[in-house]
């Protein structure tokens, strides 16, 4: 019997983007030992494929308008599991904790009793910049890494901090943000964010089908225009993306202060 993993208990496991060969071995691990797996919709076969027969498997998916399951209900599912006895693993894409709601289920749990844990995994954002062969930050340049999600409830107004994200020193990671492409470019313009700021868009990031589109932010809204509403797709702004030159990297000249008299 795992030590960390008692009939009884609960972990929350990211699955990464979707390469079986970017899950972390405890992860791996964890599909081996569990009782019961309840999946997000964005975990692809390659991943299940790993969750030894015998295991059941429940799909509790959410994507943009077909929710399978609403949050509340997949908080109770996960509670009477694991109070059954059962080993359970709540599979997210990427890593738990980046806008997967851990949290929530986090307190529906310990507050009856749970014990639950966290297997964090690859983000989609390192994966699309991995296969981009870009870094997210870059000296001199971008100092930060900003996270955003850009979904909003149906009938609601993006609402952001557009003048703080408009920060030219930032490199920003937009999740579920296709949809709203064209007003995240008009904003960030709007805030201050130069019109030819290196964008990518990264679209079923480490899957066979993965695409990278690269241009400006003047030109997201056109960019994303032959992305389908089925294909997970993920946003990246910021001067940390735009292609390295072979064999240079840019960087700022140091300017020297001296003082004198």
């Known amino acids: 019997m795992p030590h960390d993993f ?9 699955a990464g983007p979707g390469d079986p060969d970017l899950l972390t071995r405890k992860a791996e691990r964890l599909l081996a030992d569990a009782d019961m797996v309840f999946y997000d919709a964005l975990v692809g076969p390659a991943i299940l494929a790993l969750v030894p027969r015998g295991t059941e498997l429940v799909a509790v998916g959410k994507r943009s308008g077909r929710h399978s399951k609403d949050q509340g209900s997949i908080n109770d599912l996960l509670a009477a599991a694991a109070l059954g006895g059962k080993r359970v693993v709540r599979l997210k894409g990427g890593d738990p904790s980046i806008f997967g709601r851990s949290t929530e289920e986090i307190a529906h749990l310990t507050t009856r009793g749970i014990a639950v844990q966290i297997c964090p995994g690859v983000t989609t954002a390192s994966a699309a910049a991995a296969s981009a062969g870009a870094s997210l930050t870059l000296r001199g340049l971008a100092r930060k ?43 960030l313009i709007a ?4 019109p030819d700021t290196p964008v990518m868009v990264a679209v079923n990031v480490s899957l066979p089908a993965e695409r990278i589109v690269r241009g400006r932010l003047s030109a997201l809204a056109f960019l994303v225009e032959t992305i389908s509403d089925s294909d997970p797709s993920l946003l990246l702004i910021g001067e940390a993306i735009a292609p390295v030159e072979r064999g240079r990297v840019a960087v700022p ?5 001296e003082g004198g008299n």
């Open 253 to 257: 000249a140091r300017t020297v202060c």
């Open 191 to 194: 805030a201050g964010r130069a």
């Open 145 to 187: 890494l900003t996270f955003v999600t850009a979904h909003a409830r149906a009938g609601e107004a993006l609402d952001l901090d557009w003048v703080a994200l408009a920060t030219a020193d930032a490199t920003l990671a937009i999740y579920m943000g296709r949809a709203a492409a064209a007003e995240i470019a008009c904003q």
């Open 6 to 14: 008692p009939p009884g208990s609960v972990w929350l496991v990211g």
